[in-house]
């Protein structure tokens, strides 16, 4: 597993926040699309990856929970209490790569409707 901070930097890394998309002509609405279609690509990459995490930080607490469960030398009253901190410390873990996949969500989000501006000032151009 890579670490949220790791994904953070790899975001951050491709300064798309506060990145402005203007084309005054078809040139360069080609050009700003070519680098958001490279954007999009890594973006879709890093959110495989976190997705992956995800389903790994999820079976990872599964087995625990389930190790949990078949333990013979804890009466119930302390399973439970076991149970119920990793249930949390699940949770704690999985939200910031969660955050990470919201952002990346937000940003191909964003990408998706600046490329539908630029598809029109292409098909402006040509006319």
Same mark, same amino acid.
């Given at each position: 597993m890579?670490?949220?901070?790791?994904?953070?930097?790899q975001i951050d890394d491709l300064k798309i926040e506060g990145?402005?998309?203007i084309a005054e002509n078809s040139e360069e609405a080609s050009n700003l699309l070519g680098i958001l279609e490279n954007l999009e690509k890594i973006l879709v990459r890093i959110r495989v +990856?976190?997705?992956?995490?995800?389903?790994?930080?999820r079976r990872e607490y599964i087995e625990k929970i389930k190790n949990?469960?078949?333990?013979n030398k804890w009466i119930e009253k302390n399973k439970?209490?076991?149970k119920k901190y990793l249930v949390i410390e699940r949770g704690l873990k999985?939200?910031?790569?969660?955050?990470i996949?919201?952002?990346i969500e937000d940003y191909l989000f964003q990408?998706? +409707?600046?490329k539908v501006y630029l598809k029109s000032v292409i098909r402006e151009g040509e006319d």
């Amino acid at each position: 597993m890579i670490s949220p901070k790791v994904y953070r930097k790899q975001i951050d890394d491709l300064k798309i926040e506060g990145m402005i998309v203007i084309a005054e002509n078809s040139e360069e609405a080609s050009n700003l699309l070519g680098i958001l279609e490279n954007l999009e690509k890594i973006l879709v990459r890093i959110r495989v +990856n976190v997705r992956m995490d995800i389903r790994a930080i999820r079976r990872e607490y599964i087995e625990k929970i389930k190790n949990t469960e078949k333990s013979n030398k804890w009466i119930e009253k302390n399973k439970l209490k076991e149970k119920k901190y990793l249930v949390i410390e699940r949770g704690l873990k999985l939200a910031s790569y969660e955050t990470i996949e919201d952002t990346i969500e937000d940003y191909l989000f964003q990408i998706k +409707n600046a490329k539908v501006y630029l598809k029109s000032v292409i098909r402006e151009g040509e006319d």
